[in-house]
């Protein structure tokens, strides 16, 4: 389970501070790779859920955001903090990233031109072809063929 701090005391909020109860944890920042591993497929899963199920997600989710939970903590594995960056997704704008992600897995290139069209990213007059080529070229070695990364 991931967590994110239940406990608001609304009395300490204003328009631009939010008060939660305080974590113990270690900043995935300050944690070696054998104890950030495990958590990886937990705070993708988080995100992803965030993102694609719920449609309200944290904008800001880099490691010093995520703490390690002592181990045992009944309220889950990890804990997101620092809730200043925030931002929704629209249902629509959900379901494009979704298919974006389909075509992009199916090497659906030009539906995937498509669906960055349809989300904003590329304008409506976009040369398809052209740019489904070049998405090809950039994203194939990194997505399908590891991009050369080492572990």
Same mark, same amino acid.
């Given at each position: 389970?991931?967590?994110?701090?239940?406990?608001v005391?609304?009395?300490?909020?204003?328009?631009?501070?939010?008060?939660?109860?305080?974590i113990?944890g270690? /900043? *995935?920042? &300050? $944690?070696? %790779?054998?104890?950030i591993?495990? +958590?990886v497929?937990? #705070?993708?899963?988080?995100?992803?859920?965030?993102?694609?199920?719920?449609?309200?997600?944290?904008?800001?989710?880099?490691?010093?955001?995520?703490? /390690? *939970?002592? &181990? $045992?903590? %009944?309220?889950?594995?990890?804990? +997101?903090?620092?809730? #200043?960056?925030?931002?929704?997704?629209?249902?629509?704008?959900?379901?494009?990233?979704?298919?974006?992600?389909?075509?992009?897995?199916?090497?659906?290139?030009?539906?995937?031109?498509?669906?960055?069209?349809r989300?904003?990213?590329?304008?409506?007059?976009?040369?398809?072809?052209?740019?489904?080529?070049?998405?090809?070229?950039?994203l194939e070695?990194?997505?399908?063929?590891?991009?050369?990364?080492v572990?």
């Amino acid at each position: 389970l991931a967590l994110v701090p239940r406990k608001v005391y609304h009395e300490y909020c204003g328009q631009r501070l939010l008060v939660t109860e305080w974590i113990e944890g270690e /900043k *995935l920042t &300050d $944690g070696t %790779p054998e104890m950030i591993q495990p +958590l990886v497929a937990l #705070g993708v899963r988080a995100f992803l859920t965030q993102l694609l199920d719920v449609g309200t997600f944290h904008a800001d989710p880099h490691p010093g955001n995520l703490m /390690k *939970l002592p &181990d $045992g903590d %009944p309220r889950g594995k990890l804990a +997101l903090i620092d809730f #200043g960056l925030i931002s929704e997704i629209s249902p629509t704008d959900r379901e494009h990233i979704i298919a974006a992600v389909v075509h992009l897995r199916h090497r659906s290139w030009e539906a995937l031109v498509g669906d960055l069209v349809r989300l904003r990213f590329l304008p409506e007059n976009v040369a398809v072809a052209e740019t489904a080529r070049v998405l090809q070229r950039i994203l194939e070695p990194y997505v399908f063929q590891g991009g050369g990364a080492v572990a």
